[in-house]
């Protein structure tokens, strides 16, 4: 039995599913090439692998291990657009001290990426529901206490944006 610690219960169970079926070669459970590869990813501190006395193993996934996950997470992450829009405009704003450059450039392209308008450097606009995904990604990049997130039900000039969204 593998018993794993992640940031999800769901995801982890998931996880463990998809990670074992790649580990069946016609109904036959390939053990040393499961345990060789837990044994790299122990040595790379992505989890911590043991052998508890009734014969189960334990693994857990490191904090290294975690932000691993969270990085591969985050080239995968895209915006759900509405079937319909609820006439809502969300206007992220956020100022990253310089320190933080690369924090910056980096949200700054992901926001890009996931096809928000850049009405500003540092000012993005959507009309699609964006909360969990900000949040997501400032947590990588542990910039949270810097972004705002503004609701707006209408502004001068978002006939535009309306057709740039097609909505």
Known sequence: MVILSMVSPLSSALIIRNVIKGYFRKKR???ERFLRDIK???IRELIDYRELKDGKIKIVITEAGKNLVLL???DNIFLKPQK???RKWRLILFDIPHLERQA???FREKLKDLNFYPLQKSVFITPFP???EIDFIASIFNIRRYILILYISHFEGEEKLKYHFKI
Do not use: P, S, T, V
Request: hydrophobic content about 30%; some cysteine; glycine content about 0%.
């Open 104 to 106: 910056r450039d980096a």
């Open 40 to 42: 790299r990813l122990q």
């Open 29 to 31: 459970f390939e053990k």
């Open 72 to 74: 591969n997470d985050l």
């Open 84 to 86: 319909k829009w609820d």
């Open 130 to 132: 964006c909360e969990e």
